[in-house]
């Protein structure tokens, strides 16, 4: 066998999400970056590649040319698959064109801006029979893992309760007006999409809500808030939300709570259980019981199911983090692409796909409906 | 000067709440429990009070004999004040014939079951003079008070964004159908009122936001959970509330949350910084800001207001729990009763009274009918 | 049955420990503060008598006449026992004294000067008959009897390794030279003793590690420091020790430890399991096992032992601190002596003893020779 | 610029550090894995540099075959250095010959089994002017990092108190009579040398210790525990440490402090300030001051000197964990190993070096010597 061959679009140099890509995909030595569309612009996509040890001639000024010029080089030597890390307003365009030529597909998230171009990239994934995985990448973390195997056991019973929240405080000031990228783009309806810090964090708290409980949001009301000046995209967000299963719960996102770093939480309540996770301290697992002592599980510490044993890298109480748990995705994505192109076969594996994609969209229009009306239910 | 003297209404052998009450009233060596009825069955009430060393004469076998008989004893003698302890339905009967026969109140929460009831005991108050303490213990940690302040004074600009979790867990099976005298009258309309874990702890969540941010909710959407079978009062509830100056936030609690003990929690971010208070390691505030370190504040520890310098009674590190935090709003109510049986003036002690109580009152009968009307916003 | 009636010998007001010692016997509600010699100014001890509502006529200006006065009185009045709060220098003649008169005594650590001090109180106590507590409070935490009684019953297996650490930062700059009375007379040796640090607190490591485990300190190598200018005893040690089964470990103690506030803590490793626990988070026993997850016990909480059940007075999730631990030493030493007085017999209760005290005075004396023999093991 | 190019000795396939140290290699992009002496049988060997997707002619069956070859490639294609990953009694003959052969070096630790072997290497990486990293790698945590530069720019004052401890429990039971390779070796003199869980972790504790403070250890008193049966090396240890400056402090390790994951964590008490690091919390820096709150800093997050702010790789709140940290000793010698290909000067960089392997290899014959004086003081 041989390391799979990535093509990344979007990521230049600066960028913070294809930095994390670049990292994610080279922990465990599958896959290696053979070239790029880094930027519209040739030249700097060409000094992004250059910094990144590429070779010039794999470094594009557009994701057309990349597929085009890719699809064209000998199997041997083109790229597998594309990785999109671009600004929202950019994941469809390029998802679909790698689609139709051949490519398989890491995206990141929110999947599309609006919910058609979703459903036209979960029948292309379809028709296709090509590899699409969406990086949701929390959900790569073991104990994240571990949760919803204790759920799908059965260890908790039926769930009642559920909250979630996803706290960041870097737009508590309006750093958009100031030379700050990231926050510029977020912004911008344009760019991001109908929801802002609702569909940066507020995919994932759904997405790990869904997860987890293996449960789904039948409907929600949603109270958005737009707190900084001038913003027209929500930059907050709180929730009533009741589940496929008569479950209630909240979820609460923002990105102008002040002093917050990442702080993505999520407690579930069973009727025989409960478990509570922190991404801040993402290597402990809390559950509590009817009858039994609070109880702490850890990534290959004692008393785990399989999938949270065997995705953790390295012993016991040496820290894994977020990198770690976003090349769980691309280990899982790559397991399966490398038995596909050795034309074996293995059990899907697991990472989030195309339909997780279609689901966070819908959320986001979901909640943007019941915001204009006041936080009227709104079914998911 | 002299200690006062408490009479308790309630709080028979077993019970929980009055056992608290009065471990609290003695902490400080202020005050003397001299005469109780503390069951509606003269035996009963007599019996608990010889375990509680009194004399036999002066446990009652009923709050109205008790406030006849202690109004004719000589005023050196006779109690000062009552505390009332009993389940909520008998709260505002005695309540109200101790303020109309002279003496002051300690009641515990939710204040009566009506709105008119509060509003009738508001202005008893009002005719009277009389003190009237009411008893939202958790405003009583000195952390909570540090938090109030620094809010008070601007130290995290203007609020936009609060969470307050109240979560339990010992109705998660149906504990009222066993020999839980706690849970009977909880889970049952007729004692308890019109909200079950609403009135019970829902309303310690609604008066520590208001009580900590200052700020009071203008309406709220409620959505109640019934889970334990054969509930008809609530066991669990999710709501979204937007605050008197434009904030927004959640409140959830629960008494259905599997193993959680008394998880009492609040998160309020403002424009400046944030602060995250939880009831199980009280004496511990965590402060989050723009442009400084995250940092922690503790009781007897550096960088306090007056307020929570001076509500630790012991040395930093030496923690400080439920009971003492208690016994502050006994303190401060028995600070000013004193001075006002000495005849001196003193600046209003820093406790809950008789507004809270209607205002908690008030905070249910608007969540029960938002629930009704499918968590349709209501004002508050 | 009646209360217990407590004399007080120290505790004036603005005491520290006398304070506590006021407010841990009163919680209860078995004890009354009836008579007090609370310091060895007759003024003084009377100003202080009616700022706790004491009648003048029992403030007493020295601990032998309250001793001899008491002595007097009828037996439905006099004080059942004294409660020795004063500087170490002052424990060992009003302790005899109450002995030798036929007072109960309970006695602030460490209990003497010398071990002759020591010798001659355990021999009067075995004399006598009298009841005799040493308030090494940190015993009667609930997750310390819980400690405790997880390693009697084996559930650890064999110890193998001990940490302790008592961490406390008042002392890091030399407030003794300003006006700061706690400091005065513990960094003075002829009130505080040949030990500083090592007596005020090391003691208390000593006797936490010796409860737990149920072993005892056999040898010792003890490096003694002495930071502050001018300090002759030591605000600071380190040590290795060797336990009477063949364990080893260490055990560190500080009053320079900048910023710590009251860090008592300690580690036991067993062959099958191990336990961890923090003073400042006293509701927390964190345990770790071979074979299963991390589990942290917490009071009233699920699968606890019977003494830590019982030694809890509020259901779990309501926090109990310093006072709380504090009052159980005075609960129980009051169990003892409320059947002594009825003329019934129960089991000796749980509290720490003359012996105990005796204990920690070796100890010290031990590790003060270790220290000026540059840390040579010596036995303890 | 190119990626520069690692040959690896040690580390086949199934070996925990040498995967450690590839996933460390590959995070930032900077280097490739190109050739490999994984095993001292050829078979194996190839096998598992196949695994590795290395071509098989670059799978030697020895470390000095691969020196050999390696140096007879072309400029363009041979590798740039070794990294050492074998047990410990296998890193000085390959690093030795690399340096005599032209390779730069990163080595794992303990560097040698003795002082001697230790000192060649210092003269060899002078004589050649090659460089040499030593993974000590928990020096490559940000707060790490930031906790030195705080006591470098003088926050916490004159350093007086130190406490480290390095505790695992994984060697609690006698897995070395199991298939565990990690405890067959470790547990074994002649690969591990005249240290066990000294060597292997209690090195990792004296590195970080004297890191940190910028002291050294200028003598210590050791007491060593062989709890596991039959075993000749310690698997447990205490000490006590007096630093450069006349600090005091303690250093614990073990192996079988069972339960214990990889809890290495340490404390360092100035006169003007504290500060705790844990390795299990890596991202949290606590600090403590005379007259201000308890501050905790994080990787990315406010107030952060240069070292601590430029080794974090992603933004504040996503952790990052013990491979970062690793990464980071290979990404600081890359960046100084590729100035120096390119013909640049850079400052030397921060990574450990010959020197801190040297130290390591003293304390370890030290810490003996003083156990076999029944733990007399031993300079270092």
Redesign the interface.
């Known amino acids: 066998?041989?390391?799979l061959r990535m093509g990344m679009i979007g990521g230049g140099i600066g960028s913070?999400i294809g930095?994390?890509h670049?990292?994610a995909s080279?922990?465990?030595?599958m896959i290696d970056?053979v070239c790029g569309a880094f930027s519209s612009n040739d030249e700097r996509s060409k000094k992004s590649g250059k910094a990144?040890?590429l070779p010039e001639e794999r470094c594009y000024g557009s994701f057309q040319e990349m597929i085009e010029k890719e699809k064209q080089l000998p199997e041997g030597e083109r790229m597998d698959f594309v990785a999109i890390v671009t600004p929202n307003h950019m994941h469809f365009e390029p998802a679909k064109m790698a689609l139709e030529n051949g490519f398989h597909v890491v995206c990141d998230k929110p999947m599309t801006l609006t919910v058609e171009e979703s459903e036209t990239l979960v029948n292309l994934v379809k028709k296709t029979g090509l590899l699409f995985a969406l990086t949701h990448n929390y959900t790569g973390y073991p104990m994240v893992k571990q949760a919803r195997d204790m759920i799908a056991n059965g260890d908790?019973?039926t769930i009642?309760?559920v909250?979630v929240?996803y706290?960041?405080?870097?737009l508590?000031?309006e750093v958009e007006k100031t030379d700050n990228k990231q926050a510029a783009w977020r912004t911008d309806p344009s760019k991001s999409g109908v929801g802002g810090a609702l569909g940066d964090i507020g995919t994932h708290a759904e997405n790990l809500l869904e997860f987890i409980t293996g449960l789904s949001i039948s409907e929600m009301?949603a109270?958005l808030?737009r707190?900084g000046q001038g913003r027209t995209l929500d930059d907050?967000g709180?929730?009533?939300v009741?589940l496929s299963n008569g479950a209630?719960?909240?979820i609460?996102f923002?990105q102008?709570?002040?002093?917050?770093?990442?702080?993505l939480a999520i407690?579930i309540?069973?009727?025989?259980?409960?478990l509570e996770w922190h991404?801040?301290?993402?290597?402990k697992l809390y559950?509590?019981?009817?009858?039994?002592?609070?109880?702490?599980?850890?990534p290959?510490?004692?008393?785990l199911y399989e999938a949270a044993a065997s995705s953790s890298?390295?012993?016991?109480?040496?820290?894994?983090?977020?990198?770690?748990a976003f090349a769980t995705v691309y280990r899982n994505f790559g397991k399966e692409l490398m038995a596909r192109l050795e034309g074996n076969t293995v059990p899907a594996q697991d990472y989030p796909r195309v339909e997780d994609g279609l689901r966070g969209v819908k959320f986001i229009h979901a909640a943007v409906e019941s915001d204009k009306n006041?936080?009227a239910?709104t079914k998911l």
């Open positions: 066998m041989r390391k913070f930095d994390v670049r990292k080279s922990i465990d030595g970056l990144l040890f908790l019973g009642r309760k909250q929240q706290l960041q405080g870097w508590a000031t009301a109270d808030g707190f907050d709180n929730m009533l009741r209630k719960g909240t609460s923002s102008i709570a002040t002093g917050e770093e990442n702080n407690r309540y069973g009727e025989k259980g409960s991404q801040e301290e993402p290597n559950t509590r019981w009817l009858d039994e002592p609070f109880k702490v599980f850890t290959g510490g004692n008393s890298r390295i012993p016991s109480g040496h820290p894994e983090g977020y990198l770690e006041n936080a239910w």
